[in-house]
């Protein structure tokens, strides 16, 4: 068949290629910039029924998708929004909770335009369809009907596992769990679940209600979480296995803030993105003083990094009141925060100074921040990843007079529960040494995954390694391998659907 | 939810509450810390662990109300419950025995020094204690330092009660007289900082318990950091307790005046609003 005439065959919906290639991508309304400058309200605020049809139809039902092997976990995309397109918002919802647990956080967190929309066939020649949106939409959708479909739980296997942390890694590995029948408690250090997507990523874009919706539905699938409980400091690992727990699935997270280690960092107004994103968002403090915790904010604050958390604190201490400066090495291109982000950003009014380095920050008399001096910066040979090393610009050093830095530069692995468990290996990071198939570490029942694993990475591939660590406890606990041999799995297979 | 088994006003701004936190009790030591926070709208505040009774599952604070936080939780009594209580958080004390320990404990820096002396005293040490406060009526644990130490010599700024002078002239003139060889200071940054100063000269290791500004006590957020020997330390994690002749005490204290513009509109928003429940609404 040519393109042409494939082009003109009808699709299953009744429209041609030819005419859903038409169909513009639909935008997504959101709050116009000045006003959610001055507010923390969610700045998307997702698809109409008719919007989301309308976008469902730009979708080609491909025959060979891309974009199910372009997400880390493979949903069935096309599945889910031809659910849509035919107005059928609750098959789209369980087709996407085949696969994902918490589709209303990836379709407002997930990069797609790095995963699934980036391979995207439409987005050869238009842009993409928005499968992120049609995502929040279907989510967004089951949970006005205030309903939400409950799996099957299978009957008890009387045993019980324990999950250290309550992100996206943790609750995924505990809700599989769950299902299989496991007793499941999670441990959680602070004092609210859900990980990054409480302390970490704002209100604005992935309101809380939302997080904690998704964490009473575990809770509904009769998993327990404890919050208040440092693993490594109230009960260690090898306590967990003495005390009841037949096995323990380990995620963390890399909450560990990485300082530059530049003259000044010391002084008062210099604040880890983690503590300036911890106050806001877990604390409250953007409401103080109704929220006890207080945060300084000042007039003028420089935010150095380019990740989503730089865009994060950036936004936030603008809707705080300050003018914004975001410093950050390399340029636009090398940003590594979602496109849809650093788009915010701007429209919002930070003030972006790209190639651009820090090199001390000066305090005044009484030990608070008064000048940031900086280094121009230009790309030079590809590092390691990839992208074009910067180099500093010998004596283009310059000073901006700020009263607030927020560095987020990164993060590493916290060592707490590391170091109080001394059988599991490491890696030279720190981070835990776990087999990325089954994500089992080198303790016999203890399994790994998520940010203490990979380091900083994304919702998705954390919930990825959640789903794998359910997967490999279940097939420990029942004394299987945890790798099925190629045979075993294909009678493994036969046996099921015998 | 955290139960208050009991509660001890022992000053107008001074108090003793027993919890009820099984997890921390049963793992805690000496010289470890925990963070609780009083409800919903709360902030989350670290305090020594001034004893703890394992069997019992209860941990004993001591807490001098300074702000809006320690003032609420002096309103909280017995058959009242706290939010959150995380525990027990950073390192224990080392303890080993080394031969003469002072214990200097400034205000409620005493309690906290209790279990450490307790501690030494069962390692088989020479335990002397300083108990000192600025007035009478804020001195606190004369008596259970008595039970864990030889010897314990009481100090007042104003003379109400025991000797009439800083903590640091006793500290100093034991120097002196030779043979401490170990020496364990608790109370104000600036208690801390005279009693390195005074021990110095005379090279004996003082280990010091730093207040700094705390969020989460996990290491999270790096709000804790001090400069310990020159390098950037988390007191959350790698502390609380330090080589006091490595600490830059002016930078722990410049850092623990960064909210006070804050804590004020705290204190006096809690005064007007939580004070009048009706101001809520
Ligand atoms: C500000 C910010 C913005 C981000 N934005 C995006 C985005 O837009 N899209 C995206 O895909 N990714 C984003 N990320 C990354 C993403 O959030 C993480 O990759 C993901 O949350 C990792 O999940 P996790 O379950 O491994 O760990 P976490 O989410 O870090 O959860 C770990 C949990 O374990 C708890 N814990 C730690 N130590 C202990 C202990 N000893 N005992 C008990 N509990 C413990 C922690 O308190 C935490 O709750 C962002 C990250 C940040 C910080
Ligand atoms: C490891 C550690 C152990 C401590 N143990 C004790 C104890 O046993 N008994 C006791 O009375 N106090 C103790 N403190 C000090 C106590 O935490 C503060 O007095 C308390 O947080 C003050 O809160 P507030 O709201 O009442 O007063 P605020 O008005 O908010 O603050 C008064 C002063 O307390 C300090 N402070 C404020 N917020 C915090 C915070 N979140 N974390 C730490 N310090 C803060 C600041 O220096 C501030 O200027 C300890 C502090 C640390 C770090
Ligand atoms: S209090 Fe957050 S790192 Fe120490």
Redesign the pocket.
Known sequence: MSDVEKNEEKTEGGLTRKERMKIPRTPIPEQDAKERAKNFDEVALGYSADQAQMEAQRCLQCKNPKCIAGCPVGIDIPAFIKAIEEGDPAAAIAKLKETTSFPAVCGRVCPQEEQCELVCIVGKKNDPVAIGRLERYAADWEAEQGTSSKPEIAASKGKKVGVVGSGPAGVTCAGELAKMGYEVVIYEALHKPGGVLTYGIPEFRLPKAIVFRECEYVESLGVEIKTDYVIGKTMTVNDMLANGHDAVFIANGAGLPVFMNIPGENLNGVFSANEFLTRANLMKSYRFPEF???IKVGKKVAVVGGGNVAMDAARTALRLGADVHLIYRRSREEMPARAEEIHHAEEEGIQFHLLTNPTQIIGDNEGWVEEIECIQMELGEPDDSGRRRPVAVAGSEYRIPIDVVIMSIGTGSNPILTQATPELELNKWGNIVADEETGATSMEGVFAGGDIVTGAATVILAMGAGKIGARSIDRYLQGLPLKPEPEAAEAEVEETTA | MYKILEKEDYSDD?YMQVIEAPAVAQSCQAGQ?VILRLHEEG??????I?DFDREKGTIT?????????????QTYGKGDSIANFIGP??EPSEIEKVGTVICAGGG??V??IFPIARELKNAGNKVISIVAARTESLLLWEDKMREVSDEVIVTTDDGTCGRQCLVTDPLKEMCEAGGIDLVYAIGPAIMMKFCCKTTEPFGVKTIV???????D?TGMCG??RVSVGGETKF??VD??EFDGHEVDFDLLMSR?????EQ??I??DYYLECRGDKACLT
């Open positions: 006890d915790t207080p | 001074t810390f902030e989350r505040i670290p305090l020594t001034a604070i001591v807490v001098q109300a300074v702000g809006k936080t320690t003032r609420e939780l958080l950073g409620v820096g309690a906290p318990s730093l207040n700094s500004i705390m969020v006590g709000a804790c007191v959350c502390g609380p623990q005046r960064q909210y006070l804590e004020k705290a204190y």
